[in-house]
């Protein structure tokens, strides 16, 4: 009987072995949990940076295909004006030539 007693008593013990171990375990599920919690916060944090930055990126190219049709359009002018200048010049030449 004394022995059964013994293995009844080293069971409960087993048992509450077992318990604290799960309560060990739920303790650390519970702080997983918050961690997985963060970083899904600062992931979410990262795509709105990440759209953000996104947004500034086409804008900034916009603007930069603004600029490169503002130069080509002014390059064009600089050259009909250089042009318009030679001829001027050869004209003025020839004007003097004739006096």
Known sequence: MEQKLDLILKKLETLDDVKKSV???????GELSEIVL????????TEAKLDSLSMDVHQVSGEITGIKQGQ???DKILESLAMRSLEQETELRDLRRVK
């Open 23 to 29: 309560e060990h375990l739920e303790t650390r599920v």
């Open 38 to 45: 963060a970083l899904r916060d600062g992931q979410e944090e």
């Open 72 to 74: 080509e359009r002014q």
